[in-house]
Structures are given as structure tokens and as C-alpha cells.
């Protein structure tokens, strides 16, 4: 079919034509309210991360107790290209890569299968994660909790700030990093074991089996089933001094009587430094298609509200959702030269600003147009995606120019 043909028809059904363009706008407008937004778009890498953690044991250790069975396990995984591991103290990652398309939830459901696997043969207290890495997982928020000492700042970002900012719609993940945890720390006297007659491995073996708290029997109070609980826990350091971890000519050995007990803090291993000093770092992430700026302006919302003790205070440091506002601002300018420069050139050579306005539409419709386009791949506005639709503003605007110049030529000719 000839141009000329296809100008015709679409003349003779300008009306369709004129009722499909409006409601693709439609439908495009309606796309943009519902895409989501981000730094990077919404895709999916064949990797798989573990990260296992068990106390401060020796990499040595880590390598043939934790890291082999893993490994070993985590080989079956069907797949698995590639299996790379980093070991520190108390620490093992091992990174799982996968075959270009596989279904990634389908495989990390099959890692966490394998790992299940895995665990008899782990020693006890290991913790393990496993999670697959998309762009949803780097920070869009962090903020720097300040004042008090280390070990209020961290059970104030442990305590306060993380379960309030979990509990926001799109927060997928809250990491709080710096800081001192609490700890009681039990430093044994070997010559006090030895003139008791104790090994430094019965210590721990001993206070393991007198903190408990379990249910040991039930019975009928009303009608009502009563769970009999038995605990024998330390309140506090001084009690904890107290709990008998051996047994003497002279009755009971308390741990007081073989250790020194008192409040501390883990070795450090990670410093979070802010212009006011020390700090402890809270770092937020969003779920997989989640809107980064609705993340941010609840997170917010709930940070100026958050009461922290005397002295501790939240500080904003970084903010993905300001980024992306300012590349959707970067937009709606390109769009507004673009409209103002057509609708002035085609003014000046053709002296026709109707023509102008009608070439500057195509702007806006190309736009709305592309969102829902976005919409339908199932896509987000991100930084590439915006940076592509302001360049291609461009190239929009060159044609609406030659094209409108052509028929304005052809009709003044009399075609």
C-alpha cells in the first residue's frame, strides 16, 4: 500500500483513529499511576547467595565443619553452574550461579531444600540465610542513629527503629550494622579450675544445662489447660554469678567462684563513622516491585514519628527516592523545551503556530503511549528507562518537525 493510499484511509476514518489514539492515552495515564520506580530495573540475576554464620569459629574450621557439607550439598541444586565461597571467622558466603532464564524462585527453593539437607551434619547453633540478589535488595533509604553509647544506639536501632520501619508496605528488608550489641562475657581463672579440678570445657557445658526454660508438665485450672513452664534464668550479672556449675567437697561452685562475669560487648568487625562520631547504621530495602519513592515517603513518615530515649537521634544520610524525583523532574523538562522549541520553530518557518501545537502533541502522546507499553513488559521507571524516553523526546520532536513541515508543503500545493 502506497503512502498516499494509507493517508487516505486514515483520513476516511479519522474518527477511529481519533478514538484509539485518545484511549491508548487513557490507558497510558493509568500506567503511570500504577508503575512502580526505582534506580535499576526490574531484573532478575542467576546467582544465589548463603551466607552462613557459627559464632567466631576459625575459618579453618568453618571450612571443613560448615562450608564441605554445605557445598557438598548445595552441589545437587539443580542448575548450579558455578559454587564460589569466602571465608572469614565465624563466617562462610557461597555464591550459587545459575544458567541464563532459570527460574530463579523455583532454584532457591531447591537451595534452601538442599541446605535443609545439610543441617544434621552442621554443628549446633549454625545460622544460615539464602537469598536471591536482584536490584530490589541494594538500600533505598539509610540513616545514621547518633548520640548515647554504642550499646544504647544499637538496641535502639535494634529494637525501635528496625521493627517500625519492617512493618511498612513495600519494605522488604531493614539491616542494622555498627554499633555493640549486649553481651555478658565470662572470662574463666584456669587456676581456679585447676585447683578445683574443673576443665575450662565444662564451664559452658554447665551453664547450658542450668539456663532453661521449658515446659515440664500441664494441668486443669477452669477448664482451662495450664502449661507447668521451668525456668532457672540469670535476671542479671550478679545472679548469673551465682549459678552453680560444679560440684564441691564443700557443696556447690558457683561460676563467680571460677570466672569473672560482666557486661561487655563482641569483638567489632564493622565501624559505621559519621561526622558526629560513632554510629550505627540502619539501611532499608524494598520488595521486588515496590514503588522506591512510596517505600521512602512511609519509611519517612514513620521516622519523624519514632520516640527514641534521651539523646539518640535519627539522621537522614541517603535517599534513592530523591534521585528518581529528580530524573522524572529531568523528564517533565525535556518535555516542556521539547513542546516550547516546536511549537517556535514551526512558528518561525511556517508561520502557522496551529501547526506547532499540533506537532508538540505528539509529545505527550508518544509518552503516555511508552508508559503503557512499560506497564504491559511488566517493567519499572528507572534510570534507564527515564534516561531512554528523555533522549527519545528528541528524536520525537525532529520528526513531528520534518512530517508537519512535509504536509503543511503538500496542502499549500494543493495535494
Known amino acids: 500500500m502506497s503512502a498516499d493510499g494509507l493517508s487516505s484511509r486514515l483520513e476516511r476514518h479519522r474518527t477511529l483513529v481519533l478514538t484509539i489514539t485518545i484511549g491508548l492515552m487513557l490507558a497510558g495515564v493509568l500506567s503511570l499511576r500504577r508503575l512502580g520506580s526505582g534506580i535499576y530495573p526490574e531484573v532478575e540475576f542467576p546467582r544465589i547467595v548463603v551466607v552462613a554464620r557459627s559464632g567466631d569459629m576459625p575459618p579453618e574450621q568453618m571450612q571443613a565443619s560448615v562450608v564441605r557439607p554445605l557445598e557438598e550439598s548445595l552441589a545437587t541444586v539443580i542448575g548450579v553452574r558455578r559454587i564460589r565461597t569466602r571465608i572469614i571467622r565465624g563466617a562462610a558466603e557461597i555464591a550459587l550461579q545459575f544458567a541464563e532464564g532459570t527460574d530463579m524462585w523455583r532454584s532457591l527453593q531447591l537451595t534452601d531444600a538442599a541446605i535443609g539437607r545439610a543441617r544434621d551434619q552442621l554443628p549446633a547453633g549454625t545460622e544460615i540465610e539464602s537469598d536471591k540478589i536482584t536490584p530490589a535488595d541494594f538500600p533505598i533509604l539509610s540513616f545514621n542513629v547518633i548520640g548515647g553509647n554504642p550499646t544504647s544506639r544499637r538496641e535502639a536501632a535494634e529494637f525501635i527503629v528496625r521493627p517500625a520501619f519492617s512493618r511498612a508496605p513495600g519494605v522488604g528488608r531493614v539491616e542494622v550494622v555498627g554499633g555493640d550489641p549486649r553481651e555478658v562475657e565470662v572470662v574463666v581463672d584456669p587456676d581456679r579450675l585447676a585447683a578445683l579440678h ?218
Open 198 to 415: 574443673l576443665r575450662p570445657s565444662q564451664v559452658p557445658q554447665r551453664l547450658a544445662g542450668a539456663i532453661v526454660r521449658r515446659a515440664v508438665g500441664r494441668y486443669d485450672d477452669r477448664r482451662q489447660l495450664v502449661t507447668v513452664m521451668a525456668e532457672t534464668e540469670a535476671a542479671d550479672t550478679a545472679a548469673l554469678r551465682r549459678l552453680p556449675v560444679a560440684s564441691g567437697p564443700n557443696g556447690s561452685i558457683a561460676l563467680g567462684d571460677v570466672a569473672q562475669v560482666f557486661e561487655g560487648a563482641p569483638d567489632r568487625t564493622l565501624a559505621v563513622h559519621a561526622p558526629e562520631g560513632d554510629a550505627v547504621q540502619v539501611s532499608v530495602s524494598r520488595v521486588v516491585g515496590a514503588s522506591a519513592p512510596d517505600v521512602v515517603r512511609e519509611v519517612q513518615g514513620i521516622a519523624a514519628g519514632l520516640h527514641l530515649p534521651e539523646g539518640i537521634r535519627l539522621v537522614l544520610i541517603y535517599n534513592q527516592g530523591e534521585l528518581i524525583r529528580q530524573s522524572i523532574l529531568g523528564i517533565r523538562d525535556a518535555i516542556l523545551i521539547g513542546i516550547v522549541l516546536t511549537i517556535g520553530v514551526l512558528a518561525f518557518f511556517l508561520r502557522d503556530v496551529r501547526a506547532g501545537i499540533l506537532a508538540a502533541l505528539s509529545v505527550p502522546v508518544t509518552l503516555l503511549v511508552t508508559f503503557l507499553a512499560v506497564d504491559l513488559a511488566g517493567q519499572t521507571l528507572n534510570l534507564m528507562s527515564l534516561g531512554g524516553m528523555a533522549v527519545a523526546i528528541g528524536l520525537v520532536i525532529d520528526d513531528a518537525i520534518v512530517v508537519v513541515e512535509a504536509i503543511t508543503r503538500r496542502i499549500e500545493e494543493g495535494e
